[in-house]
C-alpha cells in the first residue's frame, strides 16, 4: 500500500483518474465486500453529528433549508446506484426541537429534528423502493422526560420505569429524588459477559427492562417502526442493559439487520454478548451465531489510524490493528458480527450549534486524502458488514473526482 502512495505525484493522479474514490468505492461495495454471517450486504451511515441542524435556517443558517429527511429521500436513488443495502438513520423519535436523537423523549411521536413523520416515512419509502433497507437507531437504554428528569409521556411511565440506582434517585433537582425503593425500578444488571454491572448512564434516566410494562412498550414501539418503513434495528448503548432483552426484541421483531453500540474497548465483552444476544439458546458452537446480534467494531477503526502516522506494521492482524473483523477466539466466527466503520457520529470532526470545533473533536480520525482511502480499502475487503459514513461518500467522494480531473 505504501507504494500506491509514494511520492510519485503523476503517478498518484494517473490512479485517482483511474480510481476515483467514487468508483474505488463502488468496485469494493459491488464485488469485494465480506460480510456478516452467509452475509455480504454494505450499510451507509445516514447521517452525520450535524444532520439535525440541516432545514432550520432560522437556527442554523449555514444548513440550508432542506431537512434531513427531504435530503435522504433525494438520494435514495444515488444510494441505490452505489449498491448499499442498509441505510442507518438517526433515532426516529422526538428529543427535542433540536436534537440529533440520542435523548429521547417521546417515542411515540415521530416528528422530529430530521422532519416530520410524513417526510420520515417518505424518506424510508424512497430506500425501500430502490431495494434499500432502512434501519433504525434505537435508544432504550435510556430516555428524558419532557421538561424534567423523569416526566414521561408517550408512553407515560412512572418512576417504576427506571432502574432503582439511578442517579435521579439521588440528586434533588430530579422531582423524584428519595423514591421509595418498592416504587422504582428493579434492574437486571448483572450479566454473564461483564464484570460487577450493565453500565448506568449519569445523563439520562437508565430504563428497567425486567419490567413487563417496559419490555411490551419497547416491543410496540418497534413494531410501529416497522409499520414505518424500518426493517432492521441498530441499537444504542447496550452495555447499559442485559443482552437477553436484546435476544427477546429481535426475536419477537425479527429484524433483517441487528446491531449493537457496545463499550468501545471491551472486545471479550461484546463476544459475551453477541453470545447472549442469540435469538436460539439451544445452538451450539458457530451455530449459535447465526442467530446473534452484530456489534460495532471500534477495536478495529482505533487500530487502522495507524494509516494516519504510516505505522502499517501495527496493522498485522487480529490484535495488533484488526479488531473483532478479525477475532476467531476458541475457534468461533466471532469476525462474522463485526461491523466495521471508519468514522461515525461520535468520532472524528464536530462542531458546536455556533459552529465552532467541539474541544475534543478538532479533527477527523482519518483526513480526506490517501488516509481515507487506505482506510476503507482494509474495512471492505475484511470479514463483517462495513459501514460507509455520509460525509465519506456524500460530501468527501466528489472532492476527489475533481481532483482526478484537474
Ligand atoms: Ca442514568
Ligand atoms: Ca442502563
Known sequence: MEQLH????????????????????????????????????????????????????????????????????????????????????????????????????????????????KQQQAALAALLNSGVEPIADIVINHRDGINSWADFKDPSWGTWSICTDDEAFINPSSGVANTPAEQRGK????????????????????????????????????LALQSLGYRGWRYDMVHGYGAQWISLYNGITKPTFSVGEYDWTQQAEERGWIWATATDNTAAGAAHLKTSSDVFDFETQFGLKSIVGSAYTQLYGFGNGIGLAGDTTDGMPWKQRAV??????????????????????????????????????????????????????FEWAPIFRTRSRR
Request: aromatic share 18%.
Open 340 to 393: 466495521t466503520f471508519v468514522e461515525n457520529h461520535d468520532t472524528g470532526f464536530r462542531t458546536n450549534d455556533d459552529g465552532t470545533p467541539q474541544s475534543d473533536h478538532r479533527s477527523d480520525s482519518f483526513a480526506n486524502n490517501w488516509q481515507v482511502e487506505q482506510a476503507y480499502a482494509i474495512v471492505l475487503t475484511h470479514p463483517g458488514i462495513p459501514c460507509v459514513y455520509w460525509k465519506h461518500y
Open 187 to 222: 434492574c437486571e444488571e448483572v450479566v454473564s459477559y461483564r464484570p460487577g454491572s450493565t453500565y448506568a448512564y449519569s445523563s439520562f434516566r437508565d430504563l428497567a427492562h425486567t419490567d413487563v410494562r417496559v419490555r411490551r412498550d419497547i416491543v410496540r414501539y418497534l
Open 6 to 117: 509514494a511520492d510519485d505525484t503523476g503517478f498518484r493522479e494517473t490512479l485517482y483518474l483511474l480510481f476515483s474514490l467514487l468508483v474505488f468505492w463502488q468496485l469494493c461495495v459491488s464485488t469485494w465486500a465480506q460480510s456478516g454471517f452467509d452475509d455480504d450486504r454494505v450499510m451507509l451511515q445516514g447521517f452525520y453529528y450535524e444532520s439535525y441542524r440541516f432545514g432550520h435556517p432560522d437556527k442554523f443558517p449555514g444548513h440550508g433549508t432542506q431537512l434531513w429527511y427531504e435530503i435522504v429521500k433525494a438520494d435514495a436513488p444515488a444510494i441505490a446506484a452505489a449498491n448499499f443495502d442498509l441505510v442507518w438513520m438517526p433515532p426516529p423519535s422526538y428529543a427535542g426541537d433540536f436534537s440529533l436523537g440520542y435523548n429521547p423523549k417521546r417515542y411515540f411521536r415521530l416528528d422530529n429534528s430530521f422532519g416530520s413523520r
